[in-house]
């Protein structure tokens, strides 16, 4: 199967950076979507969505079926008569506070999760939240909106960790954050190769437990784990913290630059980086290794989902050599993608936002090897004879640093493979 970038009349139009920009009908999910991976991540919060049944609908569906004997997220349903304005909805938010922090002491960070509904009816969350930390000293209730409205779902994760920030405590401590929400497991291996540097001090954002978020100060180098923490990285700046601005931590290629940029910022000899990061380096090469002969010269074409398209399609180029037939993303931050989108193969097609139907008729017109795609554009193009990837399942694998390379390569490779075998 062959495809390119469509020239001549056909071309779509960019602008003059040479981004297509589009502002037309999207399919993606809400910000209610984090709640699935940050309340894995922040252990003793819990998420109240103050939303419809809608809302409820989604977040259990996304969830998948868990059945959890204290669950940590919930949706505290706006009714009819509150969207018609016959009850206090406050009053009401109050009195399911109450009862929820009453059958549930071990709740110790609760956030109020705004949803469409609860913007249609200007319900004040963040006022919410102060008046309810005035009542229950043991608890800190914060809020952020999850709404779908011009949003995507990993806007989610940044609402939520850009309202923690204003309430870290001050620190003037040299120190190292690393920002977003990771897996345990690659988060340790990144405090242990971090460890191995010589950085003594490092923290994470989210941590673990609400009591143990991180101060944060002028003398604080941030690295974002995450390309979609636009809002968070303006709140840090807020507080005096400095980004270390570098390729994202996926394949050999963009971790080795992640920790290179905090290994220089940290004084850190370039000898002992290359002894530090060599072995793992290398078990990440052979691991893709295995995956180059599925991947190179496939095309691949990226719908705008997650906002990890460009670093996914950097390393999926760069380092196996798949070709790009178009990158779209919900939104282009490029102060923080800027050395992504410089590492992106010359005359790479990027798009911004999405007119869904234009965009389909270049999927169907470049017939992709692999077109990566939210879960309700997957099926009808199955129908059509195309393969393709969820975008939303690389959100919740972990796909970051060297020892999960070979994994993330596979999620690329796994569709391609199933595929062959359906044809033989
Ligand atoms: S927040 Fe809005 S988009 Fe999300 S589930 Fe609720 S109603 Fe739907």
Redesign the pocket.
């Known amino acids: 199967m062959s495809a390119g970038p469509a020239s001549g009349c056909d071309a779509p139009p960019v602008g003059i950076d040479g981004i297509l920009r589009e502002r037309g009908q999207r399919e993606v999910f809400?910000?209610?979507t984090g709640i699935i991976w940050l309340h894995r991540k922040i252990q003793d919060a819990f998420f109240l969505v103050v939303?419809?049944r809608?809302?409820a609908h989604?977040l259990q569906s996304a969830a998948g079926v868990m059945v959890f004997a204290e669950p940590r997220f919930g949706t505290a349903i706006i009714e009819e008569k509150d969207l018609a304005g016959l009850a206090d909805a406050n009053e009401e938010l109050d009195r399911v506070v109450t009862r929820l922090l009453a059958r549930r002491p071990d709740i110790r960070m609760l956030f109020l999760v705004g949803?469409?509904?609860s913007e249609v009816i200007k319900l004040d969350l963040s006022r919410a939240a102060q008046r309810l930390n005035q009542r229950f000293s043991d608890c800190h209730v914060l809020s952020y909106s999850?709404?779908?409205?011009e949003t995507t779902f990993t806007q989610g994760e940044d609402a939520c960790l850009a309202a923690l920030v204003p309430d870290l405590p001050f620190t003037d401590a040299h120190q190292l954050m690393v920002v977003g929400s990771l897996p345990d497991v690659v988060e340790d291996q990144f405090l242990r190769l971090f460890a191995d540097l010589g950085i003594e001090r490092v923290v994470s954002l989210p941590a673990r437990r609400s009591r143990q978020m991180p101060a944060v100060g002028p003398n604080t180098r941030y690295l974002l784990a995450q390309p979609f923490l636009a809002e968070t990285g303006v709140a840090l700046e807020k507080r005096g913290a400095v980004h270390l601005p570098a390729l994202f931590p996926f394949g050999a290629e963009g971790t080795t630059a992640w920790l290179h940029a905090a290994a220089q910022a940290f004084g850190v000899a370039e000898d002992r980086f290359e002894i530090v990061t060599r072995p793992p380096r290398e078990r990440a090469r052979k691991a893709l290794a295995a995956h180059r002969t599925a991947l190179t010269g496939k095309s691949i074409f990226f719908l705008p989902d997650s906002q990890l398209e460009v670093p996914l399609a950097r390393f999926l180029a760069g380092e196996l050599g798949m070709r790009l037939v178009e990158v779209g993303t919900p939104y282009l931050h490029k102060g923080h993608l800027i050395d992504e989108l410089a590492a992106l193969p010359p005359g790479t097609l990027i798009s911004e936002g999405q007119d869904v139907e234009k965009q389909l008729d270049r999927v169907q017109a470049s017939r992709p090897d692999l077109t990566v795609c939210g879960l309700g554009l997957a099926n009808p193009l199955e129908r059509t004879g195309l393969s393709t990837k969820w975008a939303i399942e690389l959100v919740f694998s972990p796909i970051h640093g060297y020892e999960q390379a070979g994994d993330l390569a596979e999620l690329f490779a796994r569709p391609l493979n199933r595929r062959d075998v359906l044809r033989v």
Do not use: E
């Open positions: 809400c910000g209610l939303g419809s809608t809302c989604l949803s469409c509904p999850g709404s779908g409205i």
